[in-house]
């Protein structure tokens, strides 16, 4: 089976940073991910950050810490994060590492 390869398409509107995620988020690809993110973080300084998952097909431990990562940066930022369409799977790595605990972060199906 052939991996994923990770695109990450961004889209600025208001004062919304919306980044769409497709395909598989791993060791690799979160940290490019996390660069192109982080970038356009600082460019537009947005008030929410909405990622989609819904195109996301795999996600480990490296795409839990992109997102971690990403409401840590927001937080400093004083933006919001919104996850928006993650599938049953991720949902249930986000549920056992307590994202809903976490102030910043809402998760919307």
Do not use: W, Y
């Not at 919104?82 to 919307?108: C, H, M, W, Y």
């Amino acid at each position: 089976m052939e991996k994923e390869t990770l695109t990450v398409a961004l889209l600025s509107e208001g004062d919304t940073l919306t980044a769409t995620l497709s395909g598989e988020i791993d060791h690799h690809s979160a940290a490019t991910a996390r660069e192109t993110l982080d970038r356009a973080l600082f460019k537009h300084r947005p008030r929410v950050l909405c990622l989609d998952l819904g195109g996301v097909s795999f996600m480990d431990s490296s795409g839990l810490g992109l997102v971690l990562g990403r409401a840590a940066l927001c937080e400093e930022l004083g933006a919001a994060v919104r996850l928006l369409r993650p599938s049953l799977r991720v949902r249930k790595i986000f549920a056992v590492a307590g994202l809903d605990r976490i102030e910043n972060i809402t998760l919307q199906v």
